[in-house]
């Protein structure tokens, strides 16, 4: 069992910067999968980004490559989504999430979830 806490959202003006946070429990973290996903009002979740166990892959999604950086470090149990250059169409409740397998960009192939930290980007 891992349990997931993100943190780091908030509000921010078009253009700025969040970094955002996610803790687990557990002695695991290091066997997992570690993404990131959002979903906004009246849309599905989506996959944002995703970092293999030990930092080596990535994955992003086209609506954030080249301003959003995910980052592990397995010391701390953490996982990280720097998002920079932020737009409206960024404003979503960001999750994170864990897998076994690497690879996958759809929800159903994350086991745990975090509550999630909403980012509010205004215009």
């Known amino acids: 069992q891992v349990q997931l806490v993100e943190s780091g959202g908030g509000l921010v003006q078009a253009g700025g910067s969040l970094r955002l946070s996610c803790v687990a429990s557990?002695?695991?973290?290091?066997?997992?999968?570690m993404g990131w996903f959002r979903q906004a009002p009246g849309k599905e979740r989506e996959f944002v980004a995703a970092?293999?166990?030990?930092?080596?892959?990535?994955l992003y999604a086209d609506s954030v490559k080249g301003r959003g950086t995910i980052s592990r470090d397995n010391a701390k149990n953490t996982v990280y989504l720097q998002m920079n250059s932020l737009k409206s169409e960024d404003t979503a409740n960001y999750y994170c999430?864990?897998?076994?397998?690497?690879?996958?960009?759809?929800?159903?192939?994350?086991?745990?979830w975090g509550q999630g930290t909403q980012v509010t980007v205004s215009s």
């Open positions: 999430a864990a897998a076994q397998s690497w690879g996958s960009r759809v929800p159903a192939a994350y086991d745990y």
């Open positions: 557990g002695r695991t973290f290091s066997r997992y999968v």
């Open positions: 970092i293999s166990w030990s930092s080596v892959s990535t």
